[in-house]
């Protein structure tokens, strides 16, 4: 089934910027695409940002598109998410997740494998 | 952007109920469409991916239909441990947005 644990969250001022890391374990990595989800307080769920299992594409919530980079590193089983210019809105738990669909296949077919999150507070 | 709408936003029922939740996308996902359940300080559980298809462990007690633009989760006899926030997701196109989540409390 595989699991994913989140790194990197914590306090940054507006403007500055926080790298998110998800190391993966218990699944071929490098064979499934990878999200980046996140929960303001007491807030809905929001997509942020995901990565095709090669790497290839990355696609962005409106939100963040311009400010966030997702990127991931097959050899290390990681993916990351690079956050400049933060913004207090940006505060949220951020989890990472595991594509459901494939191995090997472009697009999206749910998240079903979630870390426990990392904290990010902007203020 | 596709738009997703839930409703209701919260529900109160009693164990052994029927519930039903319903999730409009502002345009066509085709089968698209996910389901996940969330408690209180937990990540996101997924149930159902492509509008019907159970999850590996998921109680059958829980069934997702609908196709196009109007979906539905449908939980009977509901049990306590079903007490939690439910969110429909497209994954259609990108932005892969969710509905604004409905919680399911205890009557």
């Known amino acids: 089934q595989g699991q994913l644990v989140e790194s990197g969250g914590g306090v940054a001022q507006p403007g500055r910027s926080l790298r998110l890391s998800c190391e993966a374990s218990g699944f071929m990595f490098n064979t499934y695409g990878m999200h980046w989800v996140r929960q303001a307080p007491g807030k809905g769920l929001e997509w942020v940002a995901v990565?095709?299992?090669?790497?290839?594409?990355?696609y962005y919530a409106d939100s963040v598109k311009g400010r966030f980079t997702i990127s991931r590193d097959n050899s290390k089983n990681t993916v990351y998410l690079q956050m400049n210019s933060l913004k207090v809105e940006d505060t949220a738990v951020y989890y990472c997740?595991?594509?459901?669909?494939?191995?090997?296949?472009?697009?999206?077919?749910?998240?079903?494998?979630w870390g426990q999150g990392t904290t990010v507070t902007v203020s | 952007d596709v738009q997703m709408t839930q409703s209701p936003s919260s529900l109160s029922a009693s164990v052994g109920d029927r519930v039903a939740i319903t999730c409009r996308a502002s345009?066509?996902?085709?089968?698209?469409l996910n389901w996940y359940q969330q408690k209180p300080g937990r990540a996101p559980k997924f149930l159902i991916s492509t509008a019907s298809t159970l999850q590996g462990g998921v109680p059958s007690r829980f069934s997702g239909s609908g196709s196009g633009s109007v979906f539905t989760l449908s939980i009977t006899n509901l049990q306590p441990e079903d007490f939690a926030t439910y969110y429909c997701?497209?994954?259609?196109?990108?932005?892969?947005?969710f509905g604004q989540g409905t919680k399911l409390e205890i009557k």
């Open positions: 345009q066509s996902v085709s089968s698209h």
């Open positions: 990565i095709w299992y090669d790497g290839s594409s990355q």
């Open positions: 997740a595991k594509d459901g669909r494939g191995p090997y296949i472009y697009g999206s077919g749910g998240m079903d494998v």
């Open positions: 997701q497209q994954s259609h196109i990108t932005p892969y947005t």
